[in-house]
């Protein structure tokens, strides 16, 4: 399994980029950051100075969007940056959150979203793309090679990453909503014609170290509780849209799973500038229950056998959220004492 770090672009952005370096030197392989130009600094001004300070990981945004930027100033920018850096960039891509909630806009639709893909993709592969009537690619741009993973949640998203994404990203740790969702990806390919093993599977949620003790599970609670609120405000809209209680566990109904869906009903509005931040009020009403099956909390071990559950499921790649207060010790622990055992080395004599 490969080990990605999602971080907020908060300034200062040396900060960010020591996080960044710190995470390669405990075997991540991946550095992801938010990406919502108002509520942080801008990601790809960051990445250039990440991907300088470091040698091998992979940067990219968890998620984009197809709204906030022309998608072929998208392109461009990974496209330099691999340029510059040697093909190490990746491109998480979704409808669309706070950045365009905060500025008043909704989220793309997931036609839209399709179309910004058909476009980002091909440039920043050094290949063409029709944009607006026109044919365009990057004539500096040929050796440059981009991934884009797809953010969903709903089963029409689901259905969309498992036609045209490179990779999956699903944005919370709960093993039965983990094996529907990575169903109904598959399926979606297949039925596309596609390879449904090619379409890697990555998992994104906080993750939280603690020393075993129910204080420490707790603190550990309340200091992951805002992504629940987070991931509520997707599934209030998929609600909404599709209804609740439907699906199966195979990821074939066309309604929301209850484990997605139940906790949300004493939801009241959401303050985007809480966004993403531990002690936030307006995450209350997520219980402990779905903070434990979203999130990983607790003492290491706890950490690798949840891992090995997900890993099980087909998920490649686990991206741990670090918005909390306990950072750097939350990156030491799973360097010194998650990754080695979740990803046990060969021996040197057999």
């Not at 009537?133 to 990057?138: A, D, E, Q, V």
């Not at 981009?146 to 093993?175: E, R």
């Amino acid at each position: 399994m490969d080990f990605g770090v999602v971080l907020q672009t908060d300034p200062p952005a040396w900060r960010v980029v020591d996080l960044a370096r710190q995470a390669e030197l405990y075997g991540f392989s991946h550095v992801w950051t938010f990406d919502s130009h108002l509520l942080w600094q801008e990601p790809f001004v960051i990445y250039s100075q990440i991907l300088a300070a470091t040698h091998r990981v992979t940067v990219g945004p968890m998620v984009t969007n197809p709204a906030t930027r022309d998608w072929t100033v998208t392109a461009s920018l990974f496209a330099t940056l691999n340029s510059m850096f040697g093909n190490r960039t990746i491109c998480g891509i979704g409808r669309g959150d706070s950045s365009v909630r905060v500025t008043g806009g909704r989220p793309a639709t997931l036609a839209h979203l399709r179309e910004s893909i058909e476009v980002i993709r091909p440039l920043a592969n050094g290949g063409v793309a029709e944009y607006q009537g026109s044919k365009l690619r990057f004539p500096w741009g040929g050796e440059s090679r981009l991934p884009v993973w797809v953010a969903a949640y709903g089963p029409k998203a689901l259905t969309l990453a498992g036609q045209v994404g490179d990779g999956f990203i699903l944005q919370l740790a709960d093993p039965d909503i983990t094996a529907w969702s990575i169903a109904a990806v598959r399926r979606a390919a297949a039925d596309a014609g596609r390879d449904s093993g090619a379409v890697t599977i990555c998992v994104a949620a906080p993750a939280y170290i603690t020393d075993g003790t129910d204080a420490g599970l707790a603190h550990g609670r309340d200091q992951c509780r805002w992504f629940g609120g987070m991931v509520g405000n997707h599934v209030a809209d998929l609600v909404a849209r599709y209804g609740a209680g439907g699906a199966d566990g195979a990821g074939g109904g066309t309604a929301v799973p209850p484990a997605l869906s139940e906790y949300i009903a004493g939801r009241d509005g959401y303050d985007y500038n809480a966004h993403g931040k531990a002690g936030s009020t307006h995450t209350d009403f997520v219980p402990d229950e779905v903070i434990d099956r979203f999130c990983l909390i607790g003492p290491p071990q706890a950490h690798v056998a949840r891992l090995n559950e997900l890993a099980a499921l087909g998920v490649d790649q686990f991206a741990l959220y670090l918005q909390h207060d306990h950072k750097d010790a939350t990156l030491a622990a799973y360097g010194e004492q998650v990754i080695p055992q979740v990803n046990t080395r060969f021996a040197a004599r057999l």
